[in-house]
């Protein structure tokens, strides 16, 4: 009979392993209750993100309904983004990360120019791929807000041919499959730049957190310490 059994588990893209390891074998009373205390996290930028590869390997697969994917997988890649900054926020300081909202007032541009500052990483506004994360806050806002689309106009055409049937609207002339492929690779390098000055900048209980890279890998950690009550 055990007397303590510790396990610790990892989520990586969806997949769990378990390490378990008995701590203190021995004991021939049993007991009716066992306590376990537990600890982990949970990185929703990672989850976030590979929600968006995702959205982006179906679009890829079944052309019929991209629109809809493509729109799906900027919307979740910009999501990224914020649940990224926040994350590294934690980090950095927890204490800017406890008044986030009287400091950024919910914006993830300020967000993005905190942990620049603070990193001493160049944040060029008029360029990709900060550009592009400003195109996604654009859609996001536009899907978060949508209003109706009402328009009228006209076509000079040949008469023997058929004028162009439908006109598209707002959210599917910013979700095309270029702008879609051109959303997830600055998001993830931006991100990944962030991270890279990051993890030069702090302490090994902050590096332990981190990861070596910000949006691939584990996207959850759980370990927990059963014992005889």
Known sequence: MFLSVRKYGIRTEGTVRCRVTTVSPGS????????????????PHRQLWLAARVMRQRSEADRDGALYLD???MLLARLTVEAYCNFAIHVLDV?????????????????????????????DRGRRPFQTIHSLDELRDLMVHAKPEI??????????????FMRPGELERRATPALRDQALEDVEQICEQMHQRILGVSN????????????????QWQSRVTSLA
């Open 95 to 123: 204490d800017t990360f406890d008044n986030e909202r009287q400091i950024f007032g919910g914006s993830t541009d300020a967000k993005l120019q905190w942990i620049c500052d603070r990193v001493g990483m160049p944040l």
């Open 28 to 43: 021939d009373q049993m007991s009716m209750m066992a306590k376990t205390v537990y600890e982990g996290e949970v990185f």
């Open 151 to 164: 328009f009228v106009g006209e076509n000079l055409h040949p008469a023997d041919e058929e004028p162009p």
């Open 204 to 219: 090994r209980e902050q590096v332990r957190r981190l990861h070596p890279y910000a949006l691939t890998g584990t996207s």
């Open 71 to 73: 729109m799906a997988a």
